[in-house]
Antibody, heavy 124, light 112 residues
Framework: EVQLLQSGGGLGQPGGSLRLSCVAS????????MNWVRQIPGKGLEWVSG????????YYAAPVQGRFNISRDNTKNTFFLQMNNLRADDTAVYYC?????????????????WGQGAVVTVSS | DILMTQSPLSLPVTPGEPASISCKSS???????????LEWYVQRPGQSPQLLIF???NRASGVPDRFSGSGSGTDFTLKISRVEAEDVGIYFC?????????FGQGTKLEIK
């Protein structure tokens, strides 16, 4: 079965750090681009970051550029979102998502598999 | 950055009746390769989002054929030919042409 299993998240302090992980199974992980998407409770979806299959291309939304870092370990079928210098407006449910297709200069398109979501709360 | 605008934001529908959601982008989503990089997702209550449509009109695996996508350039539409109770949820369009990806605000479909 193709699936993504998330871990990490929880409560973080303003200015602090948290790390999210997403473990993939059921597909050849290294050949697919991956993404992080977040959702403020009761609100819409916001794409946060993406990474190409090789890890050579990384992309970020403006609000997290310079604070968040996306990476992957293809030997462990896992990718990560390291969140630094957290702010209150980073509070959200974070989803990992697999891209079905690669598309040049991006982290792919058609997010066909999603993780279960991880709650991140930034508060003192 | 490309901005996505959906309408309506709330859509009450009687079961068995059709439904239609509009999505407009601030820039054309038509690539030189002839494809429109527009996707539709649904988030059912308590669940993660699910891909419905990609490249404007292609149904994702397992999506019923009562769902259809159309449009080109900056104007797109998701149609449900006959709404069923299980279609309740929030529908989002997303542009996949450029980084950063951008979603519409979401359209909440509810059953009358």
């Amino acid at each position: 079965e193709v699936q993504l299993l998330q871990s990490g998240g929880g409560l973080g302090q303003p200015g602090g750090s948290l790390r999210l992980s997403c473990v993939a199974s059921g597909f050849i992980f290294k050949t697919y681009d991956m993404n992080w998407v977040r959702q403020i409770p009761g609100k819409g979806l916001e794409w946060v970051s993406g990474i190409t299959g090789s890890g050579g291309g990384t992309y970020y939304a403006a609000p997290v550029q310079g604070r968040f870092n996306i990476s992957r370990d293809n030997t462990k079928n896992t990718f990560f979102l390291q969140m630094n210098n957290l702010r209150a407006d980073d509070t959200a449910v974070y989803y990992c998502a697999k891209s079905k297709f690669h598309f040049s200069e991006t982290s792919g398109y058609a997010f066909d598999v999603w993780g279960q979501g991880a709650v991140v709360t930034v508060s003192s | 950055d490309i901005l996505m605008t959906q309408s309506p934001l709330s859509l009450p529908v009687t079961p068995g009746e059709p439904a239609s959601i509009s999505c407009k982008s601030s820039q054309s989503l038509l690539h030189d390769n002839g494809y429109n990089y527009l996707e539709w997702y649904v988030q059912r209550p308590g669940q993660s989002p699910q891909l419905l449509i990609f490249l404007g009109f292609n149904r994702a695996s397992g999506v019923p054929d009562r769902f259809s996508g159309s449009g080109s350039g900056t104007d797109f539409t998701l149609k449900i030919s006959r709404v069923e109770a299980e279609d309740v949820g929030i529908y989002f369009c997303m542009q996949a042409l450029q980084i950063p990806r951008a979603f519409g605000q979401g359209t909440k479909l509810e059953i009358k």
